[in-house]
């Protein structure tokens, strides 16, 4: 497969563009890997983009239900960031931000990722101890943060509003945090992991798992039997299903989650903002639509839409601190299912059954740690022990009580 570059541009704009060679094959499902990655959203794919690469592991095979990315991965609305209180977090969450650094180059593919800055807004003296304790401790950890004062907050928003019904009393700011293009992130490790030899196998739904002497041996799909040695599932909103077809529970809640975009607008907006408190946060993608989200629906469910009092509540503290966007008309809205944990802290572990492990639990935050869960997940699997990353992510937490509390890092969706 060529590489993408101005010289291919060039030679493909000479036959109009008719003839770019496809992104990935779409292979039949042989009878058996030695790795199946369960879910074809970002964090599946860069698993078996590093297996392949990094670990030796070609013989992998990506079995994905729907389509590539149509999962959480193609409707989060793409921050970036590793601020994080514990130190687990930091460790986890800056190695994926040093691999978004290099991303589009490792991959050959523009994933668009712009370190624009990030402001975490305090509105209250409690969200100014919270911002002051966790920016210390991302400091310690060797991480970029910034207390910054309100007047730069309006320095950087000359339009927000600083004297709301909640005032803006300071700021947490990471200047390398920001946004990516999401559809790129799972497209281009999509084509990187068919270079290396990975089967990417769309419209393949997982209904059950053969597991012998209590191994997993493969997995049944829509498609028929596909033996494996080791399985990985990383199907985020669905791990619960999952894991009971398996035959274990696992400790999490899937809940809607939904985000929405107005019509597109000259730039304005050239930093991602949040508000934990009044719980909204806004940035502006490239062609110009301002990217909305919220907090998640209060309740279980399956469904990829999300409650409408919710949109009240997302955009009522956006007009608070934006009123220049009260005209502005709302273009598309959607949702998600994401699998939200005790401790806002994601899942990386083996199960009760041998040779399959399990990565979810991501939440409402997990597109920002792709590269980095992927990675450690990638040598977890094929080393059989835990990336010392992702070691203190394991289930067995929720046993030994050593949570990883990001309940305020995670305060609102992102
Ligand atoms: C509205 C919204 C906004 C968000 N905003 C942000 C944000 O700004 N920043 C951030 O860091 N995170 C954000 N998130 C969270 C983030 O999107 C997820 O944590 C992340 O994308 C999860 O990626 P994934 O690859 O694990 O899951 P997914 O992309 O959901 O991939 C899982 C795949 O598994 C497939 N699957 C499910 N069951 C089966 C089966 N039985 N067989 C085969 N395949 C199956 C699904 O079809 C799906 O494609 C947001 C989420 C939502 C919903």
């Known amino acids: 497969m060529p590489r993408y570059s101005i010289f291919s541009l060039l030679r493909n704009a000479v036959s109009y563009h008719q003839n770019w060679s496809r992104a990935w094959r779409s292979p039949q499902p042989k009878k058996a890997y030695e790795v199946v990655i369960i879910g074809g959203g970002g964090h599946g794919l860069a698993t078996a983009y590093y297996l392949a690469k990094e670990c030796g592991i070609a013989n992998v095979a990506v079995l994905e239900k729907g389509w590539l990315g149509g999962g959480n991965t193609g409707r989060n609305t793409t921050i970036v960031r590793s601020n994080y209180l514990w130190d687990e977090s930091a460790g986890l969450y800056e190695h994926a931000m040093k691999l978004w650094e290099n991303l589009s180059r490792e991959l050959n593919y523009n994933v668009m990722f712009s370190q624009r800055g990030l ?138 989650l939904q985000a929405l975009v107005s019509e597109p607008i000259k730039p304005v907006l050239n930093c991602v903002v949040m508000s934990g408190s009044v719980h909204a946060y806004i940035s502006q993608s490239d062609k110009g639509e301002l990217v909305i989200g919220a907090g998640s629906d209060a309740y279980n469910s399956y469904s990829q839409r999300g409650s409408f009092d919710n949109i009240e509540h997302t955009v009522s503290p956006v007009l608070e601190l934006y009123p220049i966007f009260s005209r502005l008309k709302m273009l598309r809205q959607w949702g998600g299912t994401v699998d939200v944990t005790v401790d806002r802290s994601p899942l990386i572990s083996p199960t009760p059954v041998k040779n399959l492990w399990f990565n979810c639990g991501w939440g409402t935050g997990g597109f920002k740690a792709t590269p980095g869960s992927g990675h450690v997940f990638a040598h977890s699997i094929a080393r059989g022990v835990m990336h010392p990353l992702a070691e203190a992510f394991s289930i067995n937490r929720f046993n030994s009580g050593a949570l990883i509390d990001e309940g305020a890092a995670a305060a609102v969706a992102h």
């Open 119 to 256: 402001l975490h807004l305090a509105h209250s003296i409690h969200d100014l101890q919270e911002i002051g304790r966790r920016g210390a401790a991302i400091y310690l950890n060797g991480i970029d943060s910034e207390f910054v004062s309100p007047a730069a907050v309006k320095k950087m928003v000359p339009f927000i509003n600083l004297n709301g019904r909640y005032p803006i009393l300071g700021a947490l700011l990471q200047r390398r945090g920001g946004t990516a293009r999401h559809d790129a992130v799972a497209w281009g490790y999509a084509r990187a992991a068919d270079r290396l030899g990975v089967d990417i196998i769309q419209n393949c739904e997982v209904t059950g798992f053969t597991i012998e002497h209590n191994q997993v041996v493969g997995v049944e799909t829509t498609r028929g039997r596909i033996g494996a040695r080791k399985v990985g599932c990383v199907v985020a909103g669905h791990c619960g299903v999952l894991a009971a077809l398996a035959g274990f529970r696992l400790p999490l809640e899937s809940v809607p």
